[in-house]
């Protein structure tokens, strides 16, 4: 896995085979099929270990926030901290743009990456006590991709972001409806 890892994340998925992966990794093509059935299954696996630890670190940064107000941006922080070890991009907007096909089994997981993220901070911006939490969550995912997008230049744009966003939050915050802490992180 990790030597799959490694090349689909830095050569892209299209051109990595199942041969260099398996030399790579010291195993035989046959050890690689048993143990994943395709490439295609390989690729979604390689994603959903990828997800399993970005979740895990913003449900971390989520956690450690004491204000609601300030969870709802932490998703942002945790992409600082996930950036520094991650500098191609975005693993999953790439394979959504390799994979284009939503039956692909790596799209999905990707896909559902994406959505888990959105998800998450609609929950936290209406347990925060923001209006139109669902607005405010589309918006916020969409500077958080831009993010992202943005990574591979020599442009920085996290700061900026994280700025926007937190103005966002502050901006929907609404009045008299104090704030809920309890989150369901994990769906």
Same mark, same amino acid.
């Given at each position: ?17 199942? #041969? ?20 295609? #299954? ?24 004491? #204000? ?87 442009? #920085? ?31």
């Amino acid at each position: 896995m990790a030597a799959a890892e490694e090349l689909f994340y830095n050569n892209g998925i299209t051109p990595v085979g199942v #041969d260099l992966i398996a030399e790579r990794a010291g195993v035989t093509k046959r050890t690689l099929y048993n143990q994943f059935g395709s490439k295609d #299954d390989l690729v979604a696996a390689y994603l959903a270990g990828r997800d399993r630890r970005w979740r895990s670190l913003v449900s971390s940064a989520v956690g450690a926030c004491a #204000d609601p107000v300030e969870a709802v941006t932490a998703p942002f922080d945790a992409l600082r901290s996930w950036s520094e070890s991650n500098d191609r991009g975005c693993a999953f907007m790439n394979a959504l743009a390799e994979l284009p096909d939503p039956a692909h089994p790596a799209h999905r997981v990707a896909a559902e990456q994406k959505l888990w993220l959105l998800h998450l901070f609609e929950e936290l911006a209406a347990a925060a006590g923001c209006q139109d939490p669902a607005v405010l969550a589309t918006r916020l995912l969409v500077l958080h991709e831009g993010a992202l997008a943005t990574q591979p230049l020599p442009l #920085d744009t996290l700061p900026e972001s994280t700025a926007l966003a937190r103005g966002l939050v502050r901006a929907a915050l609404a009045t008299g409806r104090p704030p809920r802490r309890e989150t369901t992180i994990g769906r």
